[in-house]
């Protein structure tokens, strides 16, 4: 007989994340915790001891989503913990599931696993492997969300973001660049930089210094973009409000350090509607800084996202809004139809618009960004450019330029190319385009292009760009 201990079984936690990337991070950090106390992960609910449903809160639908998410994981498991931007709603919680186990708010990740403790008692094996140096993560190997900061110091009308994850806390310099060197380390090949308000990182700390490799760096939006930008991997900025300091990070963009990509939350184009909306960094030459940002760097792609049918929004404020996207030639743009938030300033104000018009407006809008979009796209044909492989189908290989975020923007298809794997970079020429991806072959010598099997003529139906 055997004098080693047989190894007990360690319990297992579902996980449900709903929500944006700022709360994929923050399952990342629960499960992380999780797996270097000896848990499990389970891939189905049946072969959970309980589940963790980590929730979104700011729009009413995401709310509506939430709480189906948690009635199914009630359904079909029976031992739920409820966490996230939902969680500070409990009683609305309580009301529609009471046999919830417990219920805690947004990155509260101690209380997660003080529940989860409770409900599921933490393993005590010495055979339990440990959790990489990189934590466990949701996302594909070769990109991570790294996560610069918490909370929010704006106060736009129609948001609840401060009341939900408090203000502006951000990470020391050092922190966050040790982060992303274990991510590197483990083979990540992009890292996408992501907060409530990227740009101003820092503030909050005073800008304080913060040691990495030896040295003293200031912990703001500049000093984090260089460093960041010397790890030899794609560097993608989300979330970033254009104050003026952000002007200094172009040059990192046209030398190559920094994708040319800024993810910049505009909302709308009228100033009426903009002052109601409370936005901050708001000037008139908007557009006259977008063009010295593109005289710096030529291939700047710009994503953002806007409102249509806020409230007092009236047809003129909407054709300025048009008026102002024919102008700046944003590369991708996602709209959304206004609706109440619970909780949000924006609620009380006059003039609310009827739906019918919010989807005339919304649907007007995207007809329009999509010429811009097809044309933009057509200027990159014949162009040879580097990309970041995704995955493989059965047509070949699916993969992203500098100026697409995963899930959210574009692709890049090479067809008959199945030799590659996810993570791989390389140089390819540009063959067609639609409204919104890219057809392309890689650059090789001596071949020839391989046969196009995809419709490179428009985008699949209900696509979100």
């Given amino acids: 007989m055997s004098d080693t201990p047989e190894r007990a079984a360690a319990p297992k936690i579902g996980f449900v994340s709903l929500g944006c990337p700022k709360a994929l991070v923050d399952s990342e950090r629960i499960i992380t915790r999780l797996r270097a106390e000896g848990y499990e992960l389970s891939a189905s609910y049946q072969g959970a001891d309980a589940v963790v449903v980590n929730t979104c809160g700011f729009l009413n639908s995401a709310k509506e989503e939430s709480l189906a998410a948690i009635g199914e994981a009630l359904a079909e498991n029976g031992r739920v913990i409820v966490t996230g931007c939902l969680g500070v709603e409990s009683e609305r919680i309580r009301a529609a599931h009471p046999q919830v186990l417990a219920i805690t708010g947004p990155h509260q990740y101690e209380a997660v696993v003080e529940e ?12 339990l492997d440990l959790v990489p140096p ?16 918490e909370g929010c110091n704006n106060a736009c009308s129609f948001c609840i973001i401060p009341s939900l994850r408090g203000r502006l806390k951000s990470r020391a310099l050092g922190d966050v660049m040790g982060e992303a060197e274990r991510l590197v380390a483990a083979g990540v090949q992009e890292l996408l930089v992501i907060s409530q308000d990227t740009s101003a990182y820092g503030l909050d700390l005073g800008y304080a210094k913060s040691a990495w490799r030896g040295q003293d760096y200031e912990t703001r939006f500049l000093s984090l973009a260089q460093a960041l930008g010397s790890l030899g991997v794609w560097v993608r900025l989300h979330y970033v409000y254009p104050y003026p300091h952000v002007d200094h990070v172009l ?37 006259e800084r977008i063009a010295r940002w593109r005289a710096i760097c030529p291939d700047l792609a710009i994503r953002s996202t806007f409102i249509v049918g806020f409230p007092g929004e009236t047809e003129d404020d909407f054709a300025q809004l048009l008026d102002w996207l024919a102008e700046a030639r944003l590369a991708r743009v996602g709209c959304f139809k206004y609706e109440d938030v619970a909780g949000a300033a924006a609620n009380a104000l006059a003039l609310q618009v009827p739906e019918e018009i919010k989807a005339e407006r919304y649907d007007r809008l995207m007809e329009h960004q999509q010429k811009i979009s097809a044309e933009l796209l057509a200027g990159r044909v014949g162009k040879t450019i580097e990309v970041l492989i995704d995955g493989i189908d059965e047509e070949g290989a699916i993969a992203r330029s500098h100026w697409d975020a995963p ?16 993570g791989d970079r390389l140089s390819v020429l540009v063959e067609g385009a639609d409204p919104y991806d890219l057809f392309a072959r890689r650059v090789r010598a001596g071949t020839k292009s391989p046969e196009v099997g995809r419709h490179a003529a428009g985008a699949p139906q209900g696509r979100a760009h």
Avoid: C, W
């Fill in 116 to 127: 989860i403790h409770k409900a599921v008692p933490r393993p005590h094996d010495p055979f």
């Fill in 134 to 149: 990189q934590g466990v993560r949701l996302t594909p190997r070769h990109y991570a969300y790294v996560k610069i900061s």
């Fill in 251 to 287: 040059p990192l963009m046209a030398e190559g350090r920094v994708l040319p990509y800024l993810d910049i939350p505009f909302q709308h184009a009228s100033p009426t509607v903009l002052k109601a909306m409370r936005r901050p960094a708001h000037q008139e030459k908007t557009l």
């Fill in 407 to 422: 899930e959210i923007d574009g692709n890049v298809y090479l067809n008959g190319e199945k030799d590659l794997r996810p």
